[in-house]
């Protein structure tokens, strides 16, 4: 059974970093993309970042582009987001998926998908 369990959210305040953790299992990931997703409260779920598993290659939202990294970790199947400079208009449920398009950027590209974790940024 494929899980992915995100960790790593809270509250914090602006101008302040977080890094968000996605611990795959249950498959191997190689050859497979992973991407973070977010959705605010009221509004679209939105594209945030992806990495191809095996080459470590990135994608970014141009607006996360210089604030936020994805990156990865083969020895504990793990995928990280590390956000810095934070706004309020950060704060969303963050999500990791998995899937086999390269750089995916919807949805759609994405079959297996954790639960989410809170980012909250306060001003």
């Known amino acids: 059974q494929v899980q992915l369990v995100e960790s790593g959210g809270g509250l914090v305040q602006a101008g302040g970093s977080l890094r968000l953790s996605c611990v795959v299992s249950g498959r191997t990931f190689a050859g497979y993309g992973m991407g973070w997703f977010r959705q605010a409260p009221g509004k679209e779920r939105e594209f945030v970042a992806a990495i191809w598993w095996s080459a470590g290659s990135t994608y970014y939202a141009d607006s996360m582009k210089g604030r936020f990294t994805i990156s990865r970790d083969n020895a504990k199947n793990t995928v990280y987001l590390r956000m810095n400079s934070l706004k309020p208009e950060d704060t969303a449920v963050y999500s990791c998926?998995?899937?086999?398009?390269?750089?995916?950027?919807?949805?759609?590209?994405?079959?297996?998908w954790g639960q989410g974790t809170q980012v909250t940024v306060s001003s």
């Open positions: 998926a998995a899937g086999p398009a390269f750089h995916g950027t919807r949805w759609s590209d994405y079959t297996y």
